[in-house]
T-cell receptor, first 113, second 113 residues
């Protein structure tokens, strides 16, 4: 049973560029949440996707957007990258929008130079 | 708004000694509470969770946590620490009306031989 997978593992981008991160949820899960974890901090909730729609959103600007596909996989897009966007981006999946038992992927380390 | 405070940034214990990691939360209603562990380069693994019922919760790897409503605390304990427990530990709270979690900034555990 595959757990949550994320790609790529590491990514280096330049300020102003755009980036797309990908997540495949644990088998059987239909809800995907994205978190940003800056160095030395806890994860911060970006948004959650359920039934291909954004259902919840944290305090992140519109530069952060996402998508969920019919197979429940998800993408996180960040436009106009800033140095402060450098972080570990974590994807978590769960079965159902209101279920708190989330399974996290290993994350994508984004470095913006 | 919900929030989580982990007062100890870094804790060092000797192998075989007992461990207690502190977590204080702020939330208006009965919270959903979680402890996660994160090893270097890896995602978050759920150790245990509290939704309701018995205030002493047992988790994986020999960990337990106690929910104390009067103190707004959910401290994590382990009677005997193993070298493999060295990692970052995060406490999180989930609101009952939203499918997202708010994390503390974590406590780094170092285990001395």
């Amino acid at each position: 049973d595959a757990g949550v997978t994320q790609s790529p593992t590491h990514l280096i981008k330049t300020r102003g560029q755009q980036v797309t991160l990908r997540c495949s949820p644990k088998s059987g899960h239909d809800t995907v949440s994205w978190y940003q974890q800056a160095l030395g901090q806890g994860p911060q909730f970006i948004f959650q996707y359920y039934e291909e729609e954004e259902r919840q959103r944290g305090n992140f600007p519109d530069r952060f957007s996402g998508h969920q596909f019919p197979n429940y996989s998800s993408e996180l897009n960040v436009n106009a990258l800033l140095l402060g966007d450098s972080a570990l981006y974590l994807c978590a999946s769960s079965l159902g929008q209101w279920k708190y038992e989330q399974y996290f992927g290993p994350g994508t380390r984004l470095t913006v130079t | 708004a919900q929030s989580v405070t982990q007062p100890d940034i870094h804790i060092t214990v000797s192998e075989g000694a007992s461990l207690e990691l502190r977590c204080n939360y702020s939330y208006g209603a009965t919270p959903y509470l979680f402890w996660y562990v994160q090893s270097p380069g890896q995602g978050l693994q759920l150790l245990l969770k509290y939704f309701s019922g018995d205030t002493l919760v047992q988790g994986i790897k020999g960990f337990e946590a106690e929910f104390k409503r009067s103190q707004s605390s959910f401290n994590l304990r382990k009677p005997s620490v193993h070298w493999s427990d060295a990692a970052e530990y995060f406490c999180a709270v989930g609101a009952t009306n939203a499918g997202k979690s708010t994390f503390g900034d974590g406590t780094t555990l170092t285990v001395k031989p």
